[in-house]
């Protein structure tokens, strides 16, 4: 199992102080990976040390918005003179807004872009150097099931989502002969502060992912741990421009899921 080791790496993951980034830092942590992450907030920051601590890892923490080219560059310098350069970068920083096209005031189409897409661009082009000149790294995106299927009201967060899967091959085609690795995390419908107005009892839109979802549950940031795992591993070294699904199966299933007892046939 060595190829799973993470013994001797430096990570960042992106918006790493709560929901899907804290549950993979924890997994890389748990691979022996020394963790960095940040979030545009001090006071996020200094809360999830505390976090991180009760599972007995200290992180690294370092506050700046990752849709700032100078934000970025000045908070991966400091990871890079404290801990060190990075062999695996997370993108995990993300927002969404569910907004009718006709109704989402052009700027906010732009901020979730800003966020969800042009920062992966400015976050890996800081990296990447530092990764070419060492011989390779691993890069993970956060991708969505909205890389590849529209839904009403999410317009901006599908065009980003839909961009960073592109963005992905193309981190592939253009890194592959550094040695980097470039792949995507596409989670299904997953427990967090991102999906909590939709995940109230009762809400059709509870009641869809319940149905819709082979697994019968929403995903919990834990589900996507072991991918993150490999893929930030050496275990996907030939893995490369690929859009992992972690989804309890949604997208196998083109309809409903008949409970055991449906008179089926
Ligand atoms: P979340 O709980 O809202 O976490 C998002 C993180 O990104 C937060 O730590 C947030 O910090 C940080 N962030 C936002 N804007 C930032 C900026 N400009 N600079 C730095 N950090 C920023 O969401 P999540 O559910 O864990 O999602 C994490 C990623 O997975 C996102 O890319 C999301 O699109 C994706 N995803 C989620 C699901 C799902 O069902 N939950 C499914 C597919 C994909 P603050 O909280 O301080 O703003
Ligand atoms: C939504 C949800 C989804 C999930 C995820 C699915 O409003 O449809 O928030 O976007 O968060 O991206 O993969």
């Not at 942590?29 to 991180?52: H, M, Q, S, T």
């Not at 009760?54 to 310098?77: H, P, Q, R, S």
């Not at 927002?95 to 897409?117: A, G, S, Y």
């Not at 792949?183 to 009762?202: L, M």
Request: charge should be negative; hydrophobic fraction near 45%; aromatic fraction near 6%.
């Amino acid at each position: 199992m060595k190829m799973f080791d993470l013994t001797g790496k430096v990570a960042l993951v992106t918006g790493g102080t709560h929901g899907i980034g804290m549950a993979i830092a924890k997994a890389l942590a748990a691979a022996g990976a020394k963790i960095c992450v940040n979030d545009i907030f001090e006071d996020r920051l200094v809360a999830c040390k505390k976090v991180y601590a009760d599972d007995g890892i200290e992180v690294f923490t370092v506050v700046f918005d990752v849709t700032n080219v100078e934000d970025v560059n000045k908070g991966i310098g400091i990871i890079e003179a404290e801990v060190g350069p990075i062999d695996i970068l997370v993108n995990n920083a993300g927002i969404i807004k569910r907004v009718p096209i006709l109704d989402m005031p052009v700027e906010d189409f732009r901020q979730v872009i800003d966020i969800d897409l042009v920062a992966p661009f400015i976050v890996s082009k800081r990296v990447v150097p530092s990764m070419i000149s060492r011989g390779g790294g691993k890069i993970i995106n956060m991708c969505s099931m909205m890389s590849i299927y529209g839904r009403n009201s999410v317009s901006a967060y599908a065009s980003a989502k839909g961009g960073l899967k592109l963005l992905t091959a193309n981190m592939c085609c253009e890194w592959a002969k550094h040695n980097i690795q470039a792949n995507g995390i596409g989670p299904g419908y997953i427990a967090t502060s991102q999906t909590e107005a939709i995940r109230v009892n009762g809400h059709p839109f509870n009641n869809l992912v319940m149905t819709r979802t082979p697994a019968a549950r929403w995903g919990d940031p834990e589900d996507l741990a072991g991918a993150a795992v490999f893929l930030a591993s050496a275990a996907s070294n030939y893995v490369n421009g690929h859009l992992l699904f972690v989804d309890g199966g949604i997208l196998a299933n083109f309809g409903y899921v008949a409970g055991e007892n449906e008179l089926i046939s």
